[in-house]
């Protein structure tokens, strides 16, 4: 798997089931903190069905969530390139 910002660059979005602390770091907004607690809700409660369940993270709200959206995917939307690409 290439690294967070190579595939960010690439218009590949990051899966939130696979990426690591470091790679969701390379997201907008998204510092060390934050990226911590999408991989501890991710070992604690389960992979993400949908990329909605960042709100359940705290720090995530709905703007967040909103601008983060088109950069992350779950499961089968992993495939897709981001819009613009």
């Given at each position: 798997m290439l690294?967070?910002?190579?595939?960010l660059l690439l218009g590949l979005r990051l899966d939130l089931n696979a990426a690591a602390a470091s790679e969701l770091e390379a997201l907008p907004r998204i510092g060390p903190a934050l990226a911590a607690r999408i991989v501890r809700?991710?070992?604690?409660?389960?992979?993400?069905?949908?990329?909605t369940e960042l709100r359940e993270v705290k720090g995530i709200g709905a703007a967040t969530l909103q601008r983060l959206a088109p950069f992350v995917c779950v499961g089968e939307t992993c495939?897709?390139?981001r819009a613009g690409r």
């Amino acid at each position: 798997m290439l690294p967070g910002r190579t595939r960010l660059l690439l218009g590949l979005r990051l899966d939130l089931n696979a990426a690591a602390a470091s790679e969701l770091e390379a997201l907008p907004r998204i510092g060390p903190a934050l990226a911590a607690r999408i991989v501890r809700r991710r070992q604690w409660q389960g992979r993400f069905r949908q990329v909605t369940e960042l709100r359940e993270v705290k720090g995530i709200g709905a703007a967040t969530l909103q601008r983060l959206a088109p950069f992350v995917c779950v499961g089968e939307t992993c495939d897709v390139r981001r819009a613009g690409r």
